[in-house]
């Protein structure tokens, strides 16, 4: 089991109710004097301890108020840990960032795992600028509007209120009026908030335009890459991507649409992109949150011992709240704990084969984080996003060996498998368009939200395959950006999910070969955290950081065939 962390040079009950109660463990890391190597690995693993804490403090604020969006004191702690807490924090980390630089006992720090923490630590000095910390406490306010805003969304069906996660389930329903009249409520549940979403992105990229201009760039989009540490990667490895993705994956994706439209015998309109086209209802995998759990653990064990019961721990724990309710917020998340190193899982579930891939998917972030708990540092743990989404990704396509769980029979099973992947194809297109929106978004400072939407719909033309009609729901179309949570809480968090859906392939692509070998490596990386660079991480996975167009290639036609094995 999970041993509970004893502290070292923190109170065993200290309490975050005002800054007074956590300044003094600052002030002693800022003006400790360090006078050996041995000190200095040593106000490292007590600055460790602080940083641990406080990120588990703040986790659990976010957790309790995304689990009800509806309880002002729940986001009323939160904002206080943001608005009282980190701007008071961000000048200290400053100023021990600088007193590790500045050491004489620095470079006595070697190998990859401190050579990867302090290339951070410098970005962090080089961007720091005390300017800022009201401007980001400010921008963390605004962006949890989003969740409060997405969370009231609902629509009203046969007498009952429906979540909208809860009513896109008739998006599958066979017959096609239902689907039409459950497309119209979602959307225009959506679009009494629109101008609502747009004033608030509005002043969040005014905001960020600002922090970005204070730390000496010229737009947000370059300063945010540095903030990233995307070390490993540019603007113009994104654009090559986004080519790519055009180039490989649209016509596959044009394929798949083109043979949706002959089955279903009529022109495609948006509610016919996810029901069967042979007229079977929707795969209902689980019956509530706690089937769910039950047939994950199931599902792991197949797969892996440890991968089940690292769930089992969490459900022990009571760190998953799985089921969609009113109130509460959008998505689905692995938040993990720097602390205690045991995460929580949040998701909507609705009974339907995405919730079951969403399991899956965190429940890989899960495993990522009781993998990585023993690192030395709490630091080494802060993976970047093109590894951890390798984790939940890979997680997604290896549990395939378990999920007859949830599909008893294997017609449901392949038409489960199917759906899969062909959503991994259909989702690439989706992550560049994504990515490349914000491109645009942060390096036109000043645009209007018409601008925007405008750029929304010519992007949305560019990786679409012009098989489906919108006319007479123009309006709909131009907002459909506003439902990416990542644009509002997580800006350029996206591309990863493309980066590392290839990587992700790669590793099934390996399972398939050699499934004992594959899940050694697999576990190998994500027990590396980030203590190396990361190439060298999916190298452990036995993998490549690959994104170029012929790599890209190869992986469509490795999933193309598995699709074939299917038919």
């Given at each position: 089991?999970?041993?509970?962390?004893?502290?070292r040079?923190?109170?065993?009950?200290?309490?975050?109710?005002?800054?007074?109660?956590?300044?003094?463990?600052?002030?002693?890391?800022a003006?400790?004097?360090?006078?050996?190597?041995?000190?200095?690995?040593?106000?490292?693993?007590?600055?460790?301890?602080?940083?641990?804490?406080?990120?588990?403090?703040?986790?659990?604020?976010?957790?309790?108020?995304?689990?009800?969006?509806?309880?002002?004191?729940?986001?009323?702690?939160?904002?206080?840990?943001?608005?009282?807490?980190?701007?008071?924090?961000?000048?200290?980390?400053d100023?021990?960032?600088?007193?590790?630089?500045?050491?004489?006992?620095?470079?006595?720090l070697?190998?990859?795992?401190?050579?990867?923490?302090?290339?951070?630590?410098?970005?962090?000095?080089?961007?720091?600028?005390?300017?800022?910390?009201?401007?980001?406490a400010?921008?963390?306010?605004?962006?949890?509007?989003?969740?409060?805003?997405?969370?009231?969304m609902?629509i009203?069906?046969?007498?009952?209120?429906?979540?909208?996660?809860?009513?896109?389930?008739?998006?599958k329903?066979?017959?096609?009026?239902?689907?039409?009249?459950?497309?119209?409520?979602?959307?225009?549940?959506?679009?009494?908030?629109?101008?609502?979403?747009?004033?608030?992105?509005?002043?969040?990229?005014?905001l960020?335009?600002?922090?970005?201009?204070?730390a000496?760039?010229?737009?947000?989009?370059?300063?945010?890459?540095?903030?990233?540490?995307?070390?490993?990667?540019?603007?113009?490895?994104?654009?090559?991507?986004?080519?790519?993705?055009?180039?490989?994956?649209?016509?596959?994706?044009?394929?798949?649409?083109?043979?949706?439209?002959?089955?279903?015998?009529?022109?495609?309109?948006?509610?016919?992109?996810?029901?069967?086209?042979?007229?079977?209802?929707?795969?209902?995998?689980?019956t509530?949150?706690?089937?769910?759990?039950?047939?994950?653990?199931?599902?792991?064990?197949?797969?892996?011992?440890?991968?089940?019961?690292?769930?089992?721990?969490?459900?022990?724990?009571?760190?998953?709240?799985?089921?969609?309710?009113?109130?509460?917020?959008?998505?689905?998340?692995?938040?993990?704990?720097?602390?205690?190193?045991?995460?929580?899982?949040?998701?909507?579930?609705?009974?339907?084969?995405?919730?079951?891939?969403?399991?899956?998917?965190?429940?890989?972030?899960?495993?990522?984080?009781?993998?990585?708990?023993?690192?030395?540092?709490?630091?080494?743990?802060?993976?970047?996003?093109?590894?951890?989404?390798?984790?939940?990704?890979?997680?997604?396509?290896?549990?395939?060996?378990?999920?007859?769980?949830?599909?008893?029979?294997?017609?449901?099973?392949?038409?489960?498998?199917?759906?899969?992947?062909?959503?991994i194809?259909?989702?690439?297109?989706?992550?560049?368009?994504?990515?490349?929106?914000?491109?645009?978004?942060?390096?036109?400072?000043?645009?209007?939200?018409?601008?925007?939407?405008?750029?929304?719909?010519?992007?949305?033309?560019?990786?679409?395959?012009?098989?489906?009609?919108?006319?007479?729901?123009?309006?709909?179309?131009?907002?459909?950006?506003?439902?990416?949570?990542?644009?509002?809480?997580?800006?350029?968090?996206?591309?990863?999910?493309?980066?590392?859906?290839?990587?992700?392939?790669?590793?099934?692509?390996?399972?398939?070969?050699?499934?004992?070998?594959?899940?050694?490596?697999?576990?190998?990386?994500?027990?590396?955290?980030?203590?190396?660079?990361?190439?060298?991480?999916?190298?452990?996975?036995?993998?490549?950081?690959?994104?170029?167009?012929?790599?890209?290639?190869?992986?469509?036609q490795?999933?193309?065939?598995?699709?074939?094995?299917?038919?």
């Amino acid at each position: 089991m999970i041993t509970i962390i004893k502290h070292r040079f923190l109170p065993d009950k200290l309490k975050v109710d005002s800054w007074d109660s956590i300044a003094p463990f600052f002030k002693d890391l800022a003006e400790r004097n360090i006078a050996s190597t041995d000190e200095l690995k040593a106000w490292l693993k007590d600055r460790s301890e602080l940083e641990a804490f406080l990120s588990e403090n703040l986790a659990w604020r976010y957790v309790h108020m995304t689990c009800d969006t509806t309880n002002p004191e729940l986001e009323k702690a939160y904002l206080f840990f943001v608005n009282e807490i980190e701007p008071k924090a961000a000048p200290y980390s400053d100023i021990l960032n600088k007193k590790l630089i500045e050491s004489p006992f620095v470079n006595e720090l070697t190998g990859d795992a401190y050579f990867v923490y302090l290339r951070s630590i410098r970005q962090e000095i080089a961007l720091f600028r005390e300017e800022n910390i009201p401007l980001q406490a400010e921008i963390a306010s605004e962006a949890q509007k989003y969740g409060s805003i997405s969370g009231s969304m609902s629509i009203e069906w046969e007498g009952k209120e429906l979540t909208l996660q809860q009513a896109a389930n008739f998006l599958k329903n066979p017959d096609r009026s239902i689907r039409e009249k459950a497309f119209l409520k979602i959307q225009e549940a959506r679009a009494a908030h629109s101008e609502e979403l747009d004033a608030l992105f509005d002043k969040l990229l005014a905001l960020r335009h600002q922090v970005a201009i204070n730390a000496g760039f010229s737009n947000y989009r370059d300063y945010k890459f540095a903030e990233l540490g995307r070390f490993d990667y540019t603007p113009e490895d994104c654009f090559a991507f986004h080519d790519a993705i055009r180039q490989e994956v649209m016509p596959l994706v044009k394929a798949f649409n083109e043979k949706r439209q002959k089955e279903l015998g009529h022109t495609l309109r948006p509610w016919d992109l996810e029901v069967d086209t042979q007229n079977r209802p929707a795969l209902e995998p689980f019956t509530s949150g706690a089937d769910l759990i039950d047939k994950t653990i199931h599902c792991f064990r197949k797969v892996d011992d440890y991968f089940a019961w690292c769930i089992e721990t969490m459900d022990n724990m009571e760190r998953l709240d799985l089921e969609s309710r009113k109130g509460k917020a959008p998505g689905g998340y692995n938040y993990p704990m720097a602390e205690t190193s045991v995460p929580f899982i949040f998701m909507n579930a609705a009974s339907s084969t995405r919730d079951v891939e969403t399991m899956v998917h965190e429940g890989g972030h899960a495993v990522h984080s009781f993998l990585s708990k023993d690192l030395e540092l709490a630091a080494f743990k802060n993976c970047p996003s093109e590894v951890a989404e390798l984790a939940s990704m890979s997680m997604e396509l290896i549990s395939y060996e378990g999920q007859d769980e949830f599909y008893k029979n294997t017609e449901d099973f392949n038409r489960a498998k199917e759906e899969h992947l062909e959503g991994i194809i259909k989702i690439l297109p989706w992550i560049a368009t994504i990515d490349k929106f914000q491109h645009w978004l942060y390096t036109h400072p000043g645009h209007t939200a018409a601008e925007r939407r405008a750029y929304w719909v010519e992007l949305s033309n560019e990786f679409g395959t012009g098989l489906v009609d919108w006319s007479g729901y123009e309006q709909f179309r131009q907002t459909g950006w506003q439902k990416q949570l990542h644009l509002f809480e997580v800006p350029f968090y996206y591309i990863e999910y493309g980066i590392a859906q290839l990587g992700a392939l790669a590793v099934w692509r390996n399972y398939l070969n050699n499934k004992q070998k594959a899940i050694e490596q697999y576990k190998e990386a994500l027990s590396l955290g980030y203590t190396k660079p990361i190439g060298k991480i999916y190298e452990a996975a036995g993998i490549e950081f690959n994104f170029t167009a012929t790599y890209i290639r190869e992986l469509m036609q490795f999933v193309k065939s598995e699709l074939e094995k299917l038919a």
